[in-house]
């Protein structure tokens, strides 16, 4: 077993401002020109290496004050009147919504856009949701909710979200429940605000004027509490305990190894879903799980697989220069615009419109192994939770190690080849990784070609026939 972390076993590419000094670089067999490894305070150092020894202590202050609000905000939902051919006026309840927000704290924050990101497309037809969003370098999480009122103005419907910013989604969980307590408040209660901002006073961080990105916390408020304490659930998970790994299992089922190969090869993936979107922003979290590598060194040369959560049309420009993210949106006209994904995942159907990507789709029996492994370890460990009451363990952690020991074994095989006198890969090598000789090559020679890896797979090679 791969020794676990005990941060966020994430590729949280926004997590590299907080470094720690000391220590060398270690050089990794097989690597570009003997690439070493990220040094420990070069920013993303963790996020190319989730397993690092001592991480909580020399880092616990950063990610103390990395536990803090940015901003506050409500933004209501306000269909534009249209008027139609024939000089009838309407309400328009689609994508159109005002271009404002009606409360924020601190008063001077950039919220320019969030109006589309706290409030996904097609809401006004559901109840209630939650969405994870990108802005800027932040990222945040709003919990919108839909509530029928006697009111010729609003159309007997009044809808509101209620969202903050932070530095880093891993924490977003923790404030879930109070978002959705506030935007009903909202609803019942327009203009009250005196929670949130009892809520943003005791959480609030402060930018500093270098603009850096990074976040130092405000003064202590003096309330006896230590500065060191340890704040946070030891892996730190943004679902927690919302088993979001085992919906991820049994919605996409053997796929997961198809979306896992894509992970690693860092593509842009785009999942669509029609409203409620919060639910399938827990499957870009469970994507993005997919490509941990504990090994050192390993993926230092390639792009990070970026979670964006949910998008809209509002976010094409920003899409339109990124080489690997994983997204999810609500709105069907996004799977047109090819030259934005490599990846499209329609609910239970993954497909590319690209044709280098197409073998890549098709499962083959190491893929169909690979997912048997994985169903045996889930149900070896219910029936320990059921049987034995050992809950020390969850799913998400069995998840998260499961893929991550397959990536570290490909990639600790193919160092050890690449750096062997005779750098070439034979089926027993292939099959060693938990691969398919013939199933898999396309896969591995992306794989060697993105990370530079200095190993030959021929194509004549017995291995790939």
Same mark, same amino acid.
């Given at each position: 077993?791969?020794? =676990?972390?005990?941060r966020?076993?994430?590729?949280d #590419?926004?997590?590299?401002?907080?470094?720690?000094?000391?220590?060398?670089? *270690?050089a990794?067999?097989?690597?570009?020109?003997?690439e070493? *490894?990220?040094?420990?305070?070069?920013?993303?150092a963790?996020?190319?290496?989730?397993?690092?020894g001592g991480?909580?202590?020399?880092?616990?202050?950063?990610w103390?004050?990395?536990?803090?609000?940015v901003?506050?905000?409500?933004?209501?939902?306000?269909?534009?009147?249209?008027?139609?051919?024939?000089?009838?006026?309407f $309400?328009c309840?689609?994508?159109?919504?005002?271009n404002?927000?009606? #409360?924020c704290?601190?008063?001077d924050?950039?919220?320019?856009?969030?109006?589309?990101? @706290?409030?996904?497309?097609?809401s006004?037809?559901?109840?209630?949701d939650?969405i994870?969003?990108?802005?800027?370098?932040?990222? !945040?999480l709003?919990?919108?909710?839909?509530?029928?009122?006697?009111?010729?103005?609003?159309?007997?419907?009044?809808?509101?979200?209620?969202g903050?910013?932070?530095?880093?989604?891993?924490?977003?969980?923790?404030?879930?429940?109070?978002?959705?307590? /506030?935007v009903?408040? =909202?609803?019942?209660c327009? !203009?009250q605000?005196?929670?949130l901002? *009892?809520?943003?006073?005791?959480k609030?961080?402060i930018?500093?004027?270098?603009?850096?990105?990074?976040?130092?916390?405000?003064?202590?408020?003096?309330?006896?509490v230590?500065?060191?304490?340890?704040?946070?659930?030891?892996?730190?998970?943004?679902?927690?305990?919302a088993? &979001?790994?085992? /919906?991820f299992?049994?919605?996409?089922?053997? /796929?997961i190894?198809?979306? #896992?190969k894509? *992970?690693?090869?860092r593509?842009?993936?785009?999942?669509?879903?029609?409203?409620?979107?919060?639910?399938?922003?827990?499957?870009?979290?469970?994507?993005?799980?997919l490509?941990?590598?504990s090994?050192p060194?390993?993926g230092?040369?390639?792009?990070e697989?970026?979670?964006?959560?949910?998008?809209?049309?509002?976010?094409?420009s920003?899409l339109?220069?990124?080489?690997?993210?994983?997204?999810?949106?609500?709105?069907?006209?996004?799977?047109?615009?090819? %030259?934005?994904y490599?990846?499209?995942?329609?609910n /239970?159907?993954?497909?590319?419109?690209? %044709?280098?990507?197409?073998p890549?789709?098709?499962?083959?029996?190491?893929?169909?192994?690979?997912?048997?492994k994985?169903?045996?370890? $889930? =149900?070896?460990?219910?029936? @320990?939770?059921?049987?034995?009451?050992? &809950?020390t363990?969850?799913?998400?952690?069995?998840?998260?190690?499961?893929?991550?020991?397959?990536?570290?074994?490909?990639? =600790?095989?193919? @160092?050890?080849?690449?750096?062997?006198?005779?750098?070439?890969?034979?089926?027993?090598?292939v099959?060693a990784?938990?691969?398919?000789p013939?199933?898999?090559?396309?896969?591995?020679?992306?794989?060697?070609e993105?990370?530079?890896?200095?190993?030959?797979?021929?194509?004549?090679?017995? &291995? &790939?026939?």
């Amino acid at each position: 077993m791969v020794e =676990q972390s005990d941060r966020a076993p994430l590729l949280d #590419w926004e997590e590299g401002g907080f470094g720690f000094g000391g220590g060398g670089t *270690a050089a990794v067999p097989g690597l570009p020109n003997g690439e070493a *490894a990220a040094p420990p305070d070069e920013p993303g150092a963790e996020a190319r290496s989730p397993v690092a020894g001592g991480l909580t202590e020399r880092r616990l202050a950063g990610w103390e004050e990395k536990d803090q609000i940015v901003a506050v905000f409500v933004h209501p939902f306000r269909g534009k009147t249209k008027e139609c051919r024939r000089g009838r006026k309407f $309400r328009c309840r689609g994508t159109v919504t005002s271009n404002t927000v009606e #409360w924020c704290l601190p008063q001077d924050v950039n919220l320019e856009g969030v109006e589309f990101k @706290s409030m996904a497309s097609g809401s006004h037809r559901i109840a209630s949701d939650f969405i994870y969003f990108r802005k800027g370098g932040f990222f !945040g999480l709003a919990c919108f909710a839909n509530m029928p009122v006697e009111s010729a103005l609003e159309r007997g419907a009044r809808m509101k979200s209620v969202g903050i910013l932070t530095p880093s989604y891993t924490l977003l969980y923790r404030y879930m429940h109070f978002l959705e307590n /506030q935007v009903r408040h =909202q609803l019942k209660c327009p !203009g009250q605000y005196s929670p949130l901002e *009892a809520f943003y006073e005791d959480k609030k961080a402060i930018l500093p004027p270098t603009g850096n990105g990074l976040v130092t916390a405000c003064p202590p408020s003096t309330k006896g509490v230590p500065h060191n304490r340890c704040c946070m659930n030891p892996e730190m998970k943004i679902t927690h305990p919302a088993g &979001c790994m085992s /919906q991820f299992i049994h919605f996409f089922g053997e /796929q997961i190894m198809v979306l #896992w190969k894509f *992970a690693l090869l860092r593509k842009r993936i785009l999942i669509f879903s029609p409203p409620p979107i919060g639910v399938v922003c827990y499957r870009v979290y469970c994507c993005c799980c997919l490509a941990n590598v504990s090994l050192p060194g390993v993926g230092v040369s390639v792009p990070e697989l970026r979670p964006f959560f949910y998008i809209n049309v509002a976010d094409i420009s920003a899409l339109e220069t990124e080489v690997s993210y994983v997204a999810c949106t609500t709105e069907k006209i996004f799977e047109e615009k090819k %030259d934005l994904y490599d990846v499209y995942v329609d609910n /239970q159907n993954v497909k590319s419109h690209r %044709d280098s990507l197409q073998p890549l789709l098709r499962l083959n029996s190491a893929d169909r192994e690979k997912y048997r492994k994985l169903s045996e370890q $889930r =149900q070896m460990l219910l029936y @320990s939770h059921e049987v034995d009451g050992d &809950c020390t363990s969850s799913e998400e952690d069995l998840f998260i190690l499961f893929f991550m020991e397959q990536n570290n074994r490909i990639f =600790q095989t193919l @160092s050890e080849v690449a750096g062997s006198a005779d750098p070439t890969l034979t089926a027993e090598h292939v099959r060693a990784m938990g691969l398919d000789p013939q199933g898999d090559r396309t896969f591995l020679v992306d794989l060697l070609e993105l990370y530079g890896i200095d190993a030959m797979l021929v194509i004549d090679n017995p &291995c &790939c026939h």
